[in-house]
């Protein structure tokens, strides 16, 4: 069936660099798919919408240039947190809604916990 | 995007029938009800969704109110692998799910 593959599940990254987060699409095609962050105790936070083959749009607070959004296939995209830091420790989430047609039911990434140190 | 109102949390015992509601009062005609839920330390998971009618499937049951401003999820048998964040969502069309608080499901064996 539909599975949405999420990678790494963690990582613990030093402060000031990078981290590139992948998001693929298994048995499936997603032009559209969602990026979202957890802080704990709290709920999914929408971050950005990634679109296949043009600019992701980012929700109102989220710096593009900090989260960088790549959607350059049809089965992958890829979040790189840009010069992390602790304060972006957090679960970052993708999803995927199993088809193009609207209010289709949406498969979701196991997720990335974010360590910056 | 219109809101929905859930109870932060609510407990059930082990192999009874639990009862998740969902308030919508400012739901559109063309909003989808949806329901997922989140284990601990994973992504969320799709459950059940519906626009009128009644819904079945092999996870859990949507019953939505005639007026479609409250819905509630239907767990028949609960067990301990369904304690679980459960979150109801309204979909409008976008397939862009915006998440509330959810309801906090304990199972007691």
């Known amino acids: 069936g539909a599975v949405v593959s999420q990678h790494p599940s963690w990582v613990i990254c030093k402060s000031g660099t990078s981290v590139k987060i992948e998001c693929r699409s298994l048995d499936f095609q997603a032009t559209t798919m969602f990026w979202y962050r957890q802080f704990p105790k709290q709920s999914l936070m929408l971050m950005a919408t990634?679109?296949?083959?043009?600019?992701?749009?980012?929700e109102q607070g989220v710096e593009k240039d900090k989260f960088l959004i790549n959607h350059a296939s049809l089965t992958l995209s890829t979040l790189t947190v840009t010069s992390a830091h602790p304060e972006d420790s957090s679960f970052y989430i993708c999803?995927?809604?199993?088809?193009?047609?609207?209010?289709?039911?949406?498969?979701f990434g196991q997720g990335t916990r974010l360590t910056v140190v | 995007d219109a809101k929905t109102t859930q109870p932060n949390s609510m407990e059930s015992n082990e192999e009874e029938p639990v009862h998740l509601p969902c308030n919508h009062s400012?739901?559109?005609?063309?909003?989808?009800i949806h329901w997922y839920r989140q284990l601990p330390s994973q992504g969320p998971e799709y459950v059940i969704h519906g626009l009128t009618s009644n819904v079945n499937n092999r996870m859990a049951s949507l019953a939505i109110a005639e007026d479609r401003k409250s819905s509630t999820l239907i767990l028949h048998r609960a067990t301990l692998r369904d304690a679980a964040v459960y979150y109801c969502i309204l979909n409008n069309a976008g397939n862009m799910l915006t998440f509330g608080g959810g309801t906090r499901l304990m199972v007691k064996p």
């Open positions: 999803s995927a809604p199993r088809t193009a047609a609207p209010n289709t039911e949406a498969f």
């Open positions: 400012t739901i559109s005609g063309t909003d989808y």
């Open positions: 990634s679109n296949e083959g043009s600019k992701a749009t980012y």
